[in-house]
């Protein structure tokens, strides 16, 4: 294998094998990490062209930190736009591949600037539309999944109601993810939790499912629907 590295801190490109790619730095996540959608983590990874590498061979993986004082690579299945979550990581560089820019998770104003079909500019950032689950693998925003995962994209302010298969009281927005991806009576793909009540609703549909019961919250009860990401 013949391998060409050209790169500086704030990109990496590299071209072997007819295969070319190239990674942008993104200084808003400098010496931090973010645990969001973090596909897997290296060790050992001698370069920062090697991990970029890693990620490029991943088809779930666009973006990825790696620290340069303990040679660890993570891989990310969306592009961290907004560092709520973050915590500090000294040394740590967070870059993007050349198509993570405008795509799920990252930063935006208006919906133009999210390019992947069905996602929109949500909360200052590009996610799947409500009713669409992300697959990492297809990246993209479809409508049914083959496999869940266990990751979910948030729709504050609107819900499905007469459709739980199960209700659970004075909960933890944790406790209520771990319930809906255990469950093995039926499918559970979608969720609502009560932000101000501590209330958990399990579900088997999504909007489009039924469209006739997906409504807004206008009294602002503090509910967030969740969809649940594909595997």
Request: proline share 2%.
């Amino acid at each position: 294998m013949t391998l060409l590295l050209i790169g500086l801190w704030d990109t990496i490109t590299a071209d072997g094998d007819l295969r070319m790619f190239k990674s942008a730095q993104r200084v808003n996540l400098q010496n931090m990490t973010h645990p969001t959608r973090k596909l897997w983590t290296h060790d050992n990874v001698i370069t920062p062209f090697r991990c970029a590498e890693q990620c490029k061979n991943d088809e779930s993986c666009v973006s990825f930190f790696y620290n340069r004082d303990s040679l660890i690579c993570e891989g990310h299945s969306i592009t961290l736009g907004i560092t709520n979550g973050s915590t500090p990581a000294v040394g740590n560089r967070y870059y993007v591949d050349d198509n993570g820019q405008g795509y799920i998770g990252d930063v935006c104003t208006t919906n133009s600037e999210c390019y992947v079909s069905n996602s929109e500019c949500r909360n200052g950032a590009c996610w799947c539309a409500a009713g669409y689950s992300f697959w990492p693998r297809s990246r993209s925003c479809v409508v049914n999944c083959t496999t869940y995962g266990t990751d979910f994209t948030e729709v504050l302010d609107y819900f499905l109601i007469q459709n739980n298969e199960e209700s659970f009281l004075n909960v933890s927005y944790e406790s209520c993810i771990q319930s809906c991806i255990s469950v093995t009576l039926y499918a559970c793909v979608t969720f609502e939790y009560g932000w101000q009540s501590n209330e958990c609703f399990l579900q088997s549909v999504t909007k489009f499912d039924k469209p006739d019961k997906w409504y807004h919250d206008t009294l602002s009860r503090g509910f967030g629907h969740y969809q649940r990401d594909c595997l």
